[in-house]
């Protein structure tokens, strides 16, 4: 079991804040992918984003964090900058944790918000190692987070689904930690309150060819401004 110190606690906080500040209009949960590994020259890479479920009676698809400032109108650059900023504070919470880890630190972790709820899922794989390219991953992680199921996905990512699925199984190490959310409501980027609700409504989600394009500019986040020495 991990143990989260009163100094991680508060950068979760820090995390949830900008998350909330981040998304632009009412939504119902948020999850939230992020990988961190070494390179052979020392310093760390790796990718980011997230999906909210925005708030309503009718079925909703995730919207994604990169299509943020094309579908409001938000300078892009300034928008992205955020993304950045966003990822070297999981990159400080994995140095904080490498601090009181024995043996390895997480690689990837998983975050969700949904009502009052706050779940972190911390999993140990070596990417450096891993069958899947980031793209891939990218994939396999929505249909296990985002039930996104076989029929929503094109022909090149049924494929990639269908080697996940058929493919061997490797037993890993992965640990979880859940709490409350630390406040319900906060000022965001345009001004909107982010109230949260309990909802049982499903969710769908419909892939297109240009999410591809920006699955492939995710990937290749590799700091520029999120470098650091590990």
Same mark, same amino acid.
């Given at each position: 079991?991990?143990?989260?110190?009163?100094?991680?606690? @508060?950068?979760?906080?820090?995390?949830? /804040?900008?998350?909330?500040?981040?998304?632009?209009?009412?939504?119902?949960?948020?999850?939230?992918?992020?990988?961190?590994?070494?390179?052979?020259? &020392?310093?760390?890479?790796?990718? %980011?984003?997230?999906?909210?479920?925005?708030?309503?009676?009718?079925?909703?698809?995730?919207?994604?964090?990169? @299509?943020?400032?094309?579908?409001?109108?938000?300078? #892009?650059? #300034?928008?992205?900058?955020?993304?950045?900023?966003?990822?070297?504070?999981? !990159?400080?919470?994995?140095?904080?944790?490498?601090?009181?880890?024995?043996?390895?630190?997480?690689?990837?972790?998983?975050?969700?918000?949904?009502?009052?709820?706050?779940? $972190?899922?911390?999993?140990?794989?070596? %990417?450096?190692?891993?069958?899947?390219?980031?793209? @891939?991953?990218?994939? !396999?992680?929505?249909?296990?987070?985002?039930?996104? &199921?076989?029929?929503?996905?094109?022909?090149? #990512?049924?494929?990639?689904?269908? /080697?996940? %699925?058929?493919?061997?199984?490797?037993?890993?190490?992965?640990?979880?930690?859940?709490? &409350?959310?630390?406040?319900?409501?906060?000022?965001?980027? $345009?001004?909107?309150?982010? @109230?949260?609700?309990?909802?049982?409504?499903?969710?769908?989600?419909?892939?297109?060819?240009?999410?591809?394009?920006?699955?492939?500019?995710?990937?290749?986040?590799?700091?520029?401004?999120?470098?650091?020495?590990?």
């Amino acid at each position: 079991m991990l143990k989260h110190t009163k100094k991680i606690e @508060e950068m979760y906080e820090d995390i949830q /804040r900008r998350i909330f500040y981040m998304i632009p209009e009412k939504w119902d949960k948020v999850y939230l992918y992020s990988s961190v590994y070494e390179k052979v020259d &020392g310093k760390s890479t790796g990718e %980011l984003f997230f999906y909210y479920i925005p708030k309503g009676i009718f079925k909703k698809n995730p919207i994604n964090v990169y @299509e943020i400032p094309q579908k409001f109108n938000l300078d #892009e650059k #300034e928008y992205i900058n955020l993304v950045n900023i966003l990822y070297k504070k999981i !990159i400080e919470l994995r140095e904080e944790f490498k601090k009181i880890e024995i043996v390895s630190t997480w690689t990837n972790i998983t975050m969700s918000i949904e009502g009052i709820k706050f779940r $972190v899922e911390y999993d140990y794989e070596d %990417l450096k190692k891993s069958k899947f390219t980031s793209y @891939e991953r990218h994939i !396999i992680w929505r249909y296990n987070n985002l039930n996104i &199921g076989e029929n929503q996905l094109n022909k090149e #990512e049924r494929k990639i689904l269908e /080697r996940y %699925l058929l493919g061997e199984k490797v037993v890993r190490r992965r640990e979880r930690y859940e709490a &409350g959310i630390y406040m319900k409501d906060i000022k965001n980027i $345009v001004d909107y309150d982010t @109230e949260s609700y309990n909802s049982d409504q499903n969710i769908e989600y419909i892939a297109t060819q240009s999410e591809k394009a920006r699955n492939q500019i995710i990937s290749s986040i590799e700091q520029k401004n999120q470098t650091t020495k590990i």
